[in-house]
């Protein structure tokens, strides 16, 4: 799981920064289309990225805590 939300985040930061370089080669006055596509792809990138630290970090808290038990 954590690997599939790794592999997304790095998808979606590629695809995001390709469709804003697409957009900034267009000439003025054209449909943003591809900004909002961009934008859309970096905001999934980084919900991915936050859920795969929040799991991580929570997976090590858990294992902190069951060795202290001990």
Do not use: H, Q
């Amino acid at each position: 799981m954590k690997a599939l939300l790794l592999l997304a985040g790095l998808a979606g930061i590629g695809a995001g920064a390709w469709f804003i370089l697409r957009y900034m080669g267009t000439p003025p006055g054209s449909p943003k289309n591809d900004l909002i596509i961009g934008g859309a792809f970096l905001v999934v990138a980084l919900i991915c990225f936050a859920v795969y630290f929040f799991k991580r970090f929570k997976e090590e808290a858990e294992e902190e805590i069951s060795i202290t038990k001990l």
